[in-house]
């Protein structure tokens, strides 16, 4: 009932609204203007002594988010406003009025520039050198600075026209997020001295500090705890009259004595746990053995300490590393390998070769022939031509060589595209141009990014018979290329023999994408190109 009579009252209020506001609209017009604040004030008054309430009250007790926001004075109607429209337009235009007098920075208008994602693994990078100072210009397409991925090291360009006015992360800064603000920009070359002393804020980690007070439940956890604990001393004297008491023979006992052993280090064996001269005398060798072993320690101290350097991580080391590791602990590797005779392999290269110097081109490696060769069994057998995903098999139609380069910053693996479609002189030139920037740490993602397939070739350079690589993700295989050796082989007739060249080489798959007879199957295709090199002519 009393409920109900308060409605009853404000319904009786609200009914004079619609007169009041015809009669005080072109005060309600002006109360919107920042100049005419107390005629605002003396509006509230009204409102207040007539409805019972102010208008900051109702205010305080809306959000802004439910209230609509005039664009501005013509927004305003004319005609008679009904009392919740009016209280809308009102409480939009005080939070308007608000914002407009909010204090905020200082700092002219400008740019934070964050640390971009330049590969598709990215997720942190470090400076490894700015090509523009602070308060320089700069331009769209001009080079900001070398920023160092987990592939390479990419020239990162300016987007926009502008000033760099502050470095926020120096030259040699490392382990930087994606996103993380690395400089600052502005647009007019007079805004960089107000730039001199900027940190850049950063939004969420103060909400990390504001939820350090959740922790509370534990303790009410920690209260409830001292209510259990005097339970667990009572009941520790009740079994200390039987701990105390030590049952030993009167042998036992004469012998500790003489020995200077307590008898509650020893641990009795008799009827009862009762402690017999058969327990003094052990516990007593056991104490010399110990005693004569003791010596050695001192010894081993005095050893002198190894002498070491520590060589902080690259970022290429740590990328690699970890794509290595979840390769091992997530794809089922399985290994083929098998010898191939390279005999006539090396015939048609020594042909080869002489035709590029007779017209002046680069010589023809092995391992060109090794790309060009996995190039086709790929399309040969294209179910090894493909990556694994949690829905399906991707199986690419591009064939698409990534080739393992070692240098000293570490392993690239930079790709030749369409290499089943590229000539053997054009396979070459590639592997020799990305090998160079691979060594001049200057590769672009471009250059490494959308391999289908890896070879790795550990025996022209380093002469290694034979070694299973491990697979790079997300591709489903890897072949690995051993050297070349001459072997004695059987002739045709019973006690003939001939000397040939055999390589072998071995093919790491995921087992989840190839099965073992294709993978063979594949391995029999690649053999079939290197020992009759004509067919990738043709």
Known sequence: MVYASRIISHSKKLKHVSTLLRREHAVAVRGFSNTTQP?????????????????????????????????????????????????????????????????????PPHQEIGMPSLSPTMTEGNIARWLKKEGDKVAPGEVLCEVETDKATVEMECMEEGYLAKIVKEEGAKEIQVGEVIAITVEEEEDIQKFKDYTPSSGTPPAAPEAKPAPSPPKEEKV??????????????????????????????????????????????????????????????????????????????KAPALDYVDIPHTQIRKVTASRLAFSKQTIPHYYLTVDTCVDKLMGLRSQLNSFQEESGGKRISVNDLVIKAAALALRKVPQCNSSWTDEYIRQ??????NVAVQTENGLYVPVVKD???????????????LAQKAKENSLKPEDYEGGTFTV?????????????????????????????????????????????????????????????????????????????????LL
């Open 39 to 107: 005629s605002l004030t003396g509006r509230e008054d009204m409102l207040k002594a007539r409805l019972n309430y102010s208008p900051a009250e109702r205010i305080s007790k809306c959000s802004a988010s439910n209230v609509p926001m005039p664009s501005g004075i013509s927004a305003m109607r004319t005609k008679p406003m009904t009392g919740p429209t009016f209280f809308r337009e009102y409480i939009s235009s005080q939070i308007r009025s608000v914002r407009g007098f909010s204090s905020g920075s200082d700092l």
């Open 396 to 401: 690419f139609s591009n064939v698409n060589i």
């Open 419 to 433: 290499a089943d479609k590229k000539g053997l002189s054009k396979i070459g030139e590639e592997v020799r141009f």
């Open 456 to 536: 790795s070739n550990l025996g022209g350079p380093f002469g290694i018979k034979q070694f299973c690589a491990v697979i790079n993700p997300p591709q489903a295989a890897i072949l690995a290329i051993g050297s070349a050796e001459k072997r004695v082989v059987a002739g045709s007739g019973p006690d003939q023999f001939n000397v040939a060249s055999y390589m072998s080489v071995t093919l790491s798959c995921d087992h989840r994408v190839i099965d073992g007879a294709i993978g063979a199957e594949w391995l029999k295709a690649f053999k079939g190109y290197i020992e009759t090199p004509e067919s990738m």
């Open 224 to 301: 409830e705890k001292p209510a259990s604990a005097p339970e667990a001393k009572t009941s520790k004297p009740t079994s200390s009259p039987s701990e105390d008491r030590i049952f030993a023979s009167p042998l036992a006992k004469k012998l500790a004595e003489d020995s200077n052993v307590p008898l509650s280090s020893i641990r009795g064996t008799g009827p009862e746990g009762r402690i017999v001269k058969a327990d003094v005398e052990e516990f007593l060798a056991s104490r010399g053995k110990e005693t004569t072993a003791k010596p050695s320690k001192p010894t081993d101290s």
